[in-house]
C-alpha cells in the first residue's frame, strides 16, 4: 500500500471493511488508507465490488463488518445531511440531476444544506447564490446552460453540471461511480480531466471507478484494482504494468460475475 | 437435416402462451356475439320486439322534431333572447360551478398526495422512526378511497342537505369526489419517481422537506397539472348529473324542463353544453401548452 503522500493527513481510513449481501460477499474485509489530496482510480471488472466500496465511502450503505473514518471522523451512524455534506460528495453513471430543474437550479442544490426551507423555497423562483453558481458552472463549461432544464442537457452536459454541483457542495472528498460509462471517449477523458483538475486545485481527494485504464493512468496518482471483492493490486499510477491489468480483467472473473449474476 | 429435429419443439412452446390469450379472446367473443343474438331473436322476443318495433322508431322520431321545436306552435325556446339570457345566467353558474369544484379538488389533492406516496412515508427516503408517517399514508390512501368511491351525485345528494340547493354543494360533491382521484393520481405520480435524482439531494446536503421542494415537486407537479385540466373537463361534463339533485347551474334546470316537457329548452341547455366542453376543452389545452 506504498503512497507518495503518505506523509498527508489521511482523508479516508477503512479498518477491514466488508460487505455481505446475505450470503453473497460484495467486498470482502479490506483496509486502505487514503492520504489528503490523493487521487484513486478504481479499476476492476463489472461486479467486483467498486460501487458498494463507494457507496459505503459515501455513507450510503453501511458496512456489514469494519470501521470507516472520513478526516479522523467515524462514519458510523452519521446520517445524511450537512456534516456528512461537508465531508464526502458523490458523482453517478447519471441520474445525479432533477429533471425538470434548470441546471442553475441543479448546481445552487449543492448549497441546500446551508439553506433554511423558506430560502430554498424562494431560492427555486428566484436563484440565490446566483453568482456562485455561474461560476460553477463555468469552471466545468456550460454556463450559457444555466437556464436550461437539466432533462434537456446531453449525458456529458448533465455531468458537468453534477460536478459544478459538488462544486457548491464543497466536500473535502469526491467519489466518483463510473462517472464516463454513458459518454463517448471523448467526452470522457473530457469529463475525467475536469474531476482531476478540480481535485487537484482544492486540494480534495477523488476517489473515482472507472474502466478505461489510459485515463486512470493519466490522471490519477494511485490506482487499486479490485476483483471478487478484494483488493488485487493498489500501487502509484505509473507503477501499475499491463501484466497487472491484464490479471485483474482475465477471463475467470468475468466468468464468476455472469454466475453470480 | 441434423438440425431439423431439435428445432422442431420450438414452434410449440413459442405458440402456446398466445394461443392461451389472445386467440381465447377471440373464440370467446365470436362465441358470445353468437350466443347472444340466438337469445335475442329466439328467447327474449318481447324485448326484441319492442327494440326493432315501428313504435320505437315512431318515439323516437317524435321526440326528435320535439327537441327541434317541430311538433309545438310555440316558438322555441333557442328562438328567443331572453330564454338565451336566462340560460346564459345557468352556464356561467355551471362554469363557476366547475371552477370551484376542481378548485377544492386541487387543494385538497395538493395538500395531501404527498402523504400518499409510500416510498416518501415508508422507503428508504421516510423519516428515521417512521411508524406515524406510516400511519398518515395510510389515512391519506383511506381517504382517497372514501372519496373517489363514492359517486360526485350521492356526494351532491349529501352536501344539498346539508348546505341549501345551489352551485355550492354541487362544487363541494365535484370538489370531494375530484380531491380522491387526483390525490390517488398524483401519489402514484410520486411513487413512479426516479429516486436517484432525490438520493443525490439528499447525499449533497439537503434536509428532507428540501428534497420535497427540489427533487419530488418539480418532477410531480407538471403531471399534477395535466391530470387536474383532464379532470376539470370531465367536471364541466358532470356538473349536469350533480344538477339534477337540485345542485344548482345547467342540470337543475334541464331536470325541471324534462319534467315539464320543455322540449325547445333541453335543446337549448344541450346546445350551452356543447359551447362550455368545447370552451373548457380548449382552454385546457391552452393552459396544459403554457404549462410545458
Known sequence: MASASSNSPTAIQLDAVGKSFGAIKAVSPLTLRIAQGERVALLGPSGSGKTTLLAMIAGTTAPTTGAIALRGKPLAGMR??????????????????????????????????????????????????????????????????????????????????????????????????????????????????LLAATAQETGKTLVASIHAVSLARRHFTRIAGMRNGAVQFDLPAHQVTNDLLDALYALPGLRDEAQSA | MNHAAPAAPAPR????????????????????????????????????????????????????????????????????????????????????MAVLG???????????????????????????????????????????????SVPELVWAMIAVFIFSPGILPGAIA????????????????????????????????????????????????????????????????????????????????FRLAMSHFHYTTLSLILIWYLILVAAVDIAAVLLRRLAR
Not at chain 2, 66 to 72: C, E, R, T
Open chain 2, 174 to 253: 365535484l370538489g370531494i369526489h375530484n380531491a380522491g382521484i387526483l390525490g390517488k393520481l398524483s401519489s402514484e405520480v410520486v411513487e413512479g419517481l426516479d429516486p436517484r435524482p432525490m438520493r443525490a439531494l439528499r447525499s449533497s446536503g439537503a434536509g428532507r422537506f428540501q428534497v420535497l421542494l427540489y427533487g419530488v415537486l418539480p418532477e410531480a407537479l407538471p403531471r399534477f397539472t395535466t391530470y387536474l385540466l383532464y379532470r376539470w373537463e370531465v367536471i364541466i361534463r358532470t356538473t349536469i348529473v350533480v344538477g339534477f339533485v337540485a345542485a344548482g347551474g345547467l342540470g337543475q334546470e
Open chain 2, 102 to 148: 376542481i378548485g377544492i379538488a386541487a387543494l385538497v389533492a395538493l395538500a395531501t398526495f404527498i402523504f400518499g406516496a409510500r416510498t416518501l412515508m415508508t422507503g428508504e427516503l421516510a423519516p428515521y422512526g417512521a411508524s406515524a408517517w406510516r400511519a398518515l399514508y395510510i389515512a391519506a390512501r383511506a381517504f382517497f378511497t372514501l372519496t373517489r
Open chain 1, 80 to 193: 445524511p445531511g450537512r456534516d456528512l455534506a461537508a465531508l464526502v460528495g458523490m458523482v453517478h453513471q447519471q441520474f445525479d440531476l432533477v429533471p425538470h430543474l434548470s441546471a442553475l437550479n441543479n448546481v445552487l442544490a449543492g448549497r441546500l444544506g446551508q439553506w433554511s426551507a423558506a430560502a430554498a423555497m424562494l431560492s427555486l423562483l428566484w436563484p440565490r447564490d446566483k453568482d456562485r453558481g455561474i461560476a460553477a458552472l463555468e469552471r466545468v463549461g456550460v454556463a450559457q446552460r444555466a437556464y436550461v432544464r437539466a432533462g434537456r442537457l446531453s449525458g456529458g452536459e448533465q455531468q458537468r453540471v453534477a460536478i459544478a454541483r459538488l462544486l457548491l457542495q464543497d466536500p473535502a472528498i469526491i467519489l466518483a461511480d463510473e462517472p464516463i460509462a454513458s459518454l463517448d471517449p471523448t467526452r470522457a477523458e473530457e469529463i475525467i480531466a
Open chain 2, 13 to 96: 412452446a413459442a405458440l402456446l402462451p398466445r394461443l392461451s390469450f389472445l386467440r381465447l379472446s377471440l373464440l370467446a367473443a365470436i362465441v358470445l356475439c353468437c350466443a347472444s343474438w340466438v337469445y335475442i331473436l329466439n328467447v327474449d322476443s318481447n324485448q326484441s320486439h319492442s327494440f326493432f318495433s315501428a313504435e320505437t322508431w315512431r318515439r323516437g322520431v317524435s321526440f326528435l322534431k320535439d327537441l327541434a321545436g317541430a311538433g309545438s306552435t310555440a316558438t322555441p325556446a333557442f328562438a328567443q333572447a331572453s330564454a338565451w339570457r336566462e340560460t346564459g345566467r345557468l352556464a356561467y353558474q355551471t362554469l363557476a
